[in-house]
């Protein structure tokens, strides 16, 4: 018989929220160097400066809206779909990119509880990484052989979180327990009647409707009563 599967996500769990929720900063600053490169227009550009300027926390929550703009001015005769590939690909070097400059974003004592999980659990990893972008986070995170499963998202596919969720359901069931940190996500496995955590090691905004736990102990001690 096969071990039972529990599912988790990477970001604010195996590794700190910071390397997705900044990266994006690398990823304009990147785009801004190739554009005045070219010498290309660069008015999307500006917009994102000024709003991060006056609103971060707006900036935040906005960033993409800039991003087909400025894809479209540094590849215009890449189709639309192919400009969403090449986007999603250059965000996640970036987020390596930030990994790589801030190892202390890595949970060591996180992942060592999970290993110690793998006698009487399969781990499996849902994930809107790309797969290309997710190999090389594991290996520089030292996560190459923890997971027993992984789901990530498609290159075409723009943070779909839903869509990589019923994937991994029809490929491999429903699992006994989803840890997660993405609201999106954590809301649509409660939705899927499976067993949810919110990994919130963080300390950010409670997620209505789902149980919260906020340190490594809370969550050993949560998953030890789930075992009985």
């Known amino acids: 018989m096969k071990k039972p599967i529990i599912t988790t996500a990477l970001k604010g769990l195996f ?3 910071d390397p997705w929720e900044k990266a ?3 990823w304009y600053e990147d785009r801004e160097k190739e554009i005045n490169k070219k010498k290309l227009d ?3 550009i500006k917009e994102w400066r000024a709003l991060l300027e ?3 926390e707006k900036e935040n929550k906005e960033y993409f809206k800039y991003v087909d703009k400025i894809m479209s001015v540094l590849y215009p005769k890449l189709t639309e779909k192919e400009r969403t590939k090449k986007a999603r690909e250059l965000f996640f070097e970036s987020t390596i990119k ?3 400059q801030n190892p202390n974003t890595i949970n060591k004592k996180v992942i060592n509880y999970f290993k110690s999980l793998k006698k009487k659990y399969r781990l499996a990893l849902i994930t809107t990484n790309t797969l ?3 190999n090389s986070i594991l290996k520089i995170s030292k996560l190459e052989n923890l997971f027993d499963i992984i789901e990530a998202s498609l290159p075409k596919e723009k943070d779909d979180k839903k869509a990589v969720f019923d994937r991994f359901i029809e490929k491999n069931g429903k699992p006994v327990l989803y ?3 993405s609201k999106d996500a954590l809301l649509y496995s409660k939705e899927k009647r499976i067993n949810t955590l919110y990994a919130n ?3 950010k905004e409670e997620i209505k409707g789902i149980e919260s736990i906020n340190s490594l102990k809370g969550l050993e001690e949560k998953i030890e009563k789930f075992q009985k």
Do not use: V
Request: a neutral charge.
């Open 15 to 17: 590794l700190k929220s």
């Open 24 to 26: 994006h900063i690398i």
């Open 42 to 44: 660069n008015s999307a």
């Open 54 to 56: 006056s609103d971060p």
């Open 98 to 100: 930030y990994i790589r």
């Open 132 to 134: 290309q972008a997710l």
């Open 179 to 181: 840890i997660g940190n």
């Open 201 to 203: 090691l963080e300390n």
